[in-house]
């Protein structure tokens, strides 16, 4: 090997690095997700008390396409029943009540789910959410079909994702679900 051609491959070295790097946090369960023109990211679930019923799994959803979406079911072989809610406040109570038509996503819209809002409800827990663990799911939308993904389990009150800012939390919620009704 030459000089000239020991430098073209340390160059081509040093090129292909930081590529090959950003292609391996791509396919992180935490990172962003592409399903047709949904970009699904921030993918959390909360970790549940060993005799806790219900699990939260929280994940982001953007559509990039033209047409709206709507996000129909979820399913979990972790839990006998994945159901899509919506929380609202009424006075100082929580509501929770079942998405009857699933969670639309309208073009160019980005819908985050959280645990004081849009949510999957894990009902009938095969076994406990342990924090540091993943919540296999999938996901089926009207347009762009489904996918299964990893949800990260993060701490019993984790108000967002890991590395979210903190003025992301949602104070009415802290302290569990206390209050809620259904
Ligand atoms: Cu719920």
Redesign the pocket.
């Known amino acids: 090997m030459n000089r000239k051609s020991l430098f073209a491959a340390v160059a081509a070295a040093f090129i292909v690095l930081p590529l090959a790097t950003a292609l391996a946090q791509h396919s992180q369960p935490s990172g962003v997700v592409t399903l047709g023109d949904l970009e699904i990211s921030d993918a959390f679930a909360r970790a549940t008390l060993p005799s806790a019923p219900v699990g939260?799994a929280y994940i982001t959803i953007t559509n990039k396409g033209t047409a709206p979406d709507t996000l129909v079911s979820a399913s979990s072989p972790a839990a006998g029943d994945v159901s899509l809610?919506s929380?609202s406040m009424e006075g100082n109570v929580m509501k929770?009540a079942a998405l009857p038509h699933g969670l639309d996503i309208a073009p160019g819209a980005t819908v985050a789910m959280s645990p004081s809002g849009f949510?999957m409800?894990f009902e009938h827990l095969n076994q406990p959410f342990v924090e540091g663990k993943t919540v296999p799911v999938t996901l089926s939308f009207a347009k762009a079909g489904s996918i299964k993904l990893d949800i990260p389990v993060l701490g019993i009150a984790a108000t967002g994702p890991a590395k979210t800012s903190a003025g992301m939390s949602a104070p009415a919620m802290t302290g569990g679900m206390k209050g809620m009704s259904m």
């Open positions: 939260g809610h929380m929770m949510h409800m």
